[in-house]
Nanobody, 123 residues
């Protein structure tokens, strides 16, 4: 599976952005998908995850209520709708896939990573 994230950009605080991550291959629907981010000088951190059937989602406390993860298996795409953006949301955002949901949200290495997309929130 090859992942490509896009949709980042520069936005003012309080604004919104939607990130997309498109996967190649026919097996997209068999992978739980997630978003992670890495700010300058910080470690990569978990943002959100969604299960295969979309029945389970999980969010980092820092984005809960502001971000929404979704997926369209027919389009091999996972989305991250980001509202009420804050300067501390500034980071490179990555999508990732793992063979199980617990692996995706846990500390184990992820199976696949996409190239990141930069999100910059100005104050």
């Amino acid at each position: 599976v090859q992942l490509q994230a896009y949709g980042g950009g520069l936005v003012q605080a309080g604004g919104s952005l939607t990130l997309s991550c498109t996967a190649s291959g026919r097996t997209f629907s068999t992978y739980p998908m997630g978003w992670f981010r890495q700010a300058p000088g910080k470690e990569r951190e978990f943002v959100a995850a969604i299960s295969l059937s979309r029945t389970s989602t999980l969010y980092a406390d820092s984005v809960k209520g502001r971000f929404t993860i979704s997926r369209d298996n027919a389009k091999n795409t996972v989305y991250l709708q980001m509202n009420s953006l804050k300067p501390e949301d500034t980071a490179v955002y990555y999508c990732a896939a793992s063979s199980t949901y617990s692996d995706l949200i846990g500390p184990r290495p992820k199976d696949y990573w996409g190239k990141g997309t930069q999100v910059t929130v100005s104050s």
